[in-house]
């Protein structure tokens, strides 16, 4: 079952979640300060965190061109250097985020 599509003048969009996890030297660079900030200007909602094993998890919630800006802009900045894999899992999108926001444990 997909998230009920949103109606903006006249026009359907369909909301994605996607469940990035970023690999690299990604940790204690400031990435997901960076990822936030991205978001932000996106309209991607969700949220941020370090994971033990030294990649960051992702979970965003936006429309599909949303996403792939978002991701697209966190491999251009000079963080992007650091990412050396990033991999997407696409699921349903629940509507349950606010905002976007750093995880901690």
């Not at 903006?8 to 970023?22: L, P, T």
């Not at 800006?69 to 900045?77: P, Q």
Request: proline share 4%.
């Amino acid at each position: 079952m997909k998230a009920p599509p949103l109606l903006w003048r006249g026009i359907f969009f369909a909301m994605e979640r996607w469940h990035i996890y970023v690999s690299g030297e990604v940790q204690g660079v400031g990435f997901r300060w960076y990822a936030t900030s991205i978001a932000n200007d996106y309209d991607v909602k969700g949220w941020v965190r370090n994971l033990p094993d030294g990649r960051v998890e992702i979970v965003a919630e936006a429309e599909p061109q949303e996403l792939e800006k978002f991701v697209e802009m966190m491999k251009r900045s000079y963080l992007g250097l650091n990412i050396h894999y990033i991999n997407i899992e696409k699921e349903q999108a629940t509507g349950e985020f606010k905002n976007f926001r750093i995880h901690f444990f």
